[in-house]
């Protein structure tokens, strides 16, 4: 009787020959990788060298060669663990390039406003003629005094300040090219100061009839003693109107005579209307006793201006 064999049992015995069969590996889905080495922090000077030009301007555009150098000293270091080498030397390069663009830009910016100032200067002085002096009216006082020397009537407008002796009397007539006048009266003052002067300054205009009678009654006795070791500094209100104005010198009325405070700004001050005829005997008594500081009995009071100064 033959024996029935059935599959199952054939493969045991197949198994059971051949001895144990490996399995091929399986994969796990949730198995990671192995961990990447830690990144090194990104350097902060270095970073700033690239945002510096573009938040800062000039200035930070300078800053940016100095942190770039900065950060590469620091990732060069010894065991700093930093990176941005690269970096920093692009901002290194960037700052230089926009250090030289913002240099030229500003130096053409000064050279344009400089011929400008030149060009207005000029135009000044095209307009001014040496020789010209208002015409006096017919049968007036003025008509029948004789004619004064150049240097003694009213400056006509120059370039450049001028400074000369009126017997004891310096005069300094400020230039039209003078770009700050609170600068020039520091200028001035500080000379005043070291010939042991009083400065005074003066506010002229090219028609002021009175600034005329004065100029040429300078020489006379009484206006030499009153204004004797003075500094008269003469300013034309047309030239530095806008520097007056911030001064606090009022400069409605010409002529008007200032006293200089430390901070240049006014801390005494009379016009013309305090005299009647502009002749010496009227002029060098008011002139002398406002000179020294002496001055009380005023035919138009003055009050402080805020943040100093004094107003008419």
């Known amino acids: 009787m033959s024996e029935a064999i059935s599959p199952r049992s054939a493969l045991s015995r197949v198994a059971r020959a051949e001895g144990p069969t490996e399995l091929p590996p399986l994969s796990d889905p949730y198995l990671r990788g192995p961990r990447s080495p830690h990144k090194k922090p990104l350097s902060t000077l270095a970073l700033t060298s ?16 100095v942190f770039g150098w900065a950060a590469r000293r620091e990732i060069d270091g010894v065991g700093t663990g930093r990176r941005g080498y690269v970096l920093a030397t692009l901002g290194m390069g960037l700052g230089i390039c926009l250090t030289v663009a913002w240099g030229a830009a500003i130096a053409f910016g000064v050279w344009t406003m400089e011929r400008r100032h030149e060009a207005q200067l000029d135009s000044i002085a095209n307009v001014v003629t040496v020789g010209d002096t208002p015409r006096p009216l017919e049968g007036s006082v003025e008509a029948a005094e004789p004619a004064s020397p150049p240097s003694k009537a009213v400056p006509v407008l120059q370039k450049e300040t001028a400074v000369h002796k009126e017997g004891n009397v310096t005069i300094v007539d400020v230039g039209i090219s003078v770009s700050s006048l609170s600068q020039e009266l520091a200028k001035q003052r500080a000379a005043a100061a070291a010939a042991g002067e ?59 005579f200032f006293l200089l405070a430390p901070d240049l700004y006014p801390r005494d001050a009379i016009d013309g209307g305090e005299w009647d005829e502009d002749v010496p005997a009227n002029m060098a008594p008011v002139l002398g006793a406002f000179v020294r500081g002496k001055y009380e009995t005023r035919r138009q009071s003055f009050e402080p201006i805020q943040n100093g100064g004094i107003k008419l």
Do not use: N, W, Y
Request: proline share 7%; charged share 20%; with cysteine.
């Open 50 to 65: 690239i945002l510096a030009p573009f938040v800062g301007g000039p200035l930070g555009s300078v800053a940016a060669i």
């Open 198 to 256: 009083t400065i005074v300054v003066m506010t002229t205009k090219s028609e002021c009839v009175s600034c005329r009678s004065l100029s040429t009654s300078l020489e006379h006795p009484l206006m030499q003693t009153a204004l004797a070791r003075v500094r008269l500094v003469r300013v034309d209100i047309d030239a530095f109107d806008e520097d007056l104005t911030g001064l606090k010198m009022p400069h409605e009325r010409v002529p008007s």
